[in-house]
């Protein structure tokens, strides 16, 4: 798998982030600012993820998705892993990332990581999305922060 820096956006790359976020919107107001970071396999867009320089020092994994199709493969671990090491290479001191309080595999993985859990933002979700978002049956209403010293 090949990871590189990506410096726009297409409307395949856009497919993907918005498996991560439901609002393009959202996505339009982070992703300029940040650094997007795409994965192929066999030349075709398989992954994705967007690191936002956020205070000092500290760095956000903001999004990441895997093409649905090749999920459960470990293409994820890889790129969380990439950003990682990105960001060390970038001197930034602190990774963080936040996720749903319903998004259950993902808090597996960020943990597998090496992420720990710093916080709750209560209601994040409820108060920045319009409609309301469930997986696995919950209701997704606040975000999980996570962090990682590097
Ligand atoms: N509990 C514990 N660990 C779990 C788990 C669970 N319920 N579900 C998955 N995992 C673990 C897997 O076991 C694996 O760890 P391992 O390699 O040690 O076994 C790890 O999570 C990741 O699996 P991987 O195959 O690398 O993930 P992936 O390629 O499917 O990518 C996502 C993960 C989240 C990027 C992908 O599912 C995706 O794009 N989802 C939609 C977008 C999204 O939700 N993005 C994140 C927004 S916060």
């Known amino acids: 798998m090949n990871i590189e820096r990506l410096h726009s956006i297409s409307p395949d790359a856009m497919d993907l982030?918005?498996?991560a976020d439901p609002s393009e919107e959202v996505i339009h107001s982070y992703v300029h600012r940040g650094f997007c970071y795409a994965a192929y396999?066999?030349?075709?867009l398989t992954g994705i993820y967007v690191l936002l320089p956020t205070r000092p020092q500290?760095?956000?994994?903001?999004n990441i998705a895997?093409?649905?199709?090749c999920q459960g493969q470990g293409i994820g671990k890889k790129l969380v892993l990439h950003a990682i090491e990105e960001s060390r290479k970038l001197?930034?001191?602190t990774?963080?990332?936040?996720?749903?309080?319903s998004s259950l595999p993902q808090l597996g993985l960020y943990q597998k990581c090496g992420f720990r859990i710093t916080g709750i933002d209560h209601d994040f979700f409820t108060r920045h999305y319009s409609e309301p978002i469930f997986e696995n049956g919950i209701q997704c209403r606040d975000m999980i922060r996570l962090s990682m010293d590097l």
């Open 91 to 93: 001197h930034y001191h």
């Open 58 to 62: 500290t760095i956000e994994l903001v």
């Open 41 to 44: 396999l066999n030349e075709s």
């Open 95 to 101: 990774i963080e990332i936040g996720t749903g309080n």
């Open 17 to 19: 982030l918005l498996l």
């Open 66 to 69: 895997v093409d649905d199709k």
